[in-house]
């Protein structure tokens, strides 16, 4: 996986309070997928969308008020020395990737899940009792000595659930506390800046109204040198809900140069959105439609407000590009920066735009 997906991954499930961190995504797989087998392992109300070179915008509708968690306060409370260590020898001897079951858990348990997962954080709701942790006469329980799963053959109920939630939960604060976080040096731009800057490029380039969407910042270093990357991230509050619903949603990722403050990815997450891959006969008329060089060509003018002059633009050849619907094309400017604009086919939709800085000369 490479960074910008890595970081992607771990900006979509970090919530506010910094509960959900990166130990989640690295061991946990929170978000509730098939678990494996025990014997195998803006849109502002009333504006319309905006036509961009013959394709829509798309816009993101405002969210309820901004609701408030408190739940590091309640693991703070409730938590014991002896709770965090139980989970530190638990995850310091498993030997499996993720943790195994007698069943997988049903679409229906997984829709309740999410339903009652932003319940627990942002009304309070939680467990009369926690997720038993060892074999015993429980009808769902984890047994932390076999690294499994035991679920009842009915479905689970809600209080069973919000015990997994809660379960969840107690990891990710105590493995959070191990977790050394890379800090911005002075020569960074400060995580205020980051915010505006990334608030900036969202609302311009997708038109939407991004104020009451939930909103995390990370700092990130990479490579040998340890370059330092900004990555914010904005999502609806109740994102789990519109999932289980199945109701459409925008999420969007923005990448920052902490040293230049250049923002330097801003992509789009359309949660119900259809890929339409690209054969080659499709690609060939693509080529020939002129269209779509106008429509990143007005992005890059119109929508990011650049005023450097445009050498040149092309297409992009890569496999990788068709088989996700996208037409990338590369837009080149006088001083030797480029971007590159990434949009839906057959829409012409921005997805993505990647600013790319001019090589340093040495």
């Excluded at 306060?73 to 709770?83: A, G």
């Excluded at 037409?327 to 920066?337: H, K, R, T």
Aim: contains cysteine; aromatic residues 10%.
């Amino acid at each position: 996986m490479n960074k910008k997906n890595v970081l992607a991954a771990l900006a979509i499930i970090a919530v506010s309070g910094g509960l959900l961190a990166a130990s989640t995504f690295a061991v946990l797989h929170f978000v509730p997928t098939p678990v494996p087998e025990l014997h195998g392992d803006s849109k502002r109300q009333g504006i319309p969308a905006m036509t961009l070179a013959n394709s829509k915008i798309p816009i993101l509708k405002v969210e309820s008020p901004v609701p408030v968690t408190t739940v590091k306060e309640y693991l703070e409370q409730t938590m014991t020395d002896e709770d965090i260590q139980q989970i530190y020898h638990y995850f310091d001897n498993i030997k499996v990737e993720a943790e195994a079951s007698n069943r997988k858990m049903t679409d229906q348990e997984a829709k309740r899940l999410k339903v009652l997962k932003e319940q627990y954080m942002y009304e309070g709701i939680r467990p009369h009792k926690p997720l038993p942790l060892k074999e015993g006469n429980y009808s769902f329980y984890l047994d932390l000595s076999k690294a499994a799963y035991v679920y009842p053959k009915r479905l689970l109920t809600d209080e069973e659930l919000l015990q997994y939630i809660d379960w969840y939960s107690r990891v990710d604060f105590a493995l959070n506390k191990r977790i050394v976080k890379p800090q911005p040096d002075t020569k960074d731009i400060s995580e205020a800046d980051a915010l505006a800057k990334a608030h900036d490029s969202v609302t311009r380039l997708f038109d939407v109204d991004v104020s009451k969407l939930e909103v995390t910042a990370s700092y990130h270093k990479f490579g040998p040198g340890q370059i330092g990357e900004w990555v914010v991230h904005f999502q609806p509050y109740n994102a789990e809900r519109l999932q289980a619903s199945g109701e459409t949603y925008f999420m969007y990722d923005v990448f920052i140069d902490s040293l230049s403050g250049n923002v330097i990815d801003t992509t789009l997450f359309n949660s119900n959105y259809k890929r339409t891959p690209i054969t080659a006969p499709m690609k060939e008329q693509i080529k020939q439609d002129h269209s779509w060089i106008d429509a990143a060509r007005t992005i890059v003018r119109e929508k990011q407000g650049e005023a450097r002059v445009i050498t040149k633009t092309s297409f992009i050849e890569d496999v990788k590009y068709d088989q996700r619907g996208v037409v990338a094309i590369s837009i080149s400017l006088e001083d030797g920066n480029a971007y590159i604009a990434e949009l839906r086919y057959p829409e012409k939709t921005l997805r993505c735009l990647i600013y790319e800085p001019a090589p340093k000369k040495k």
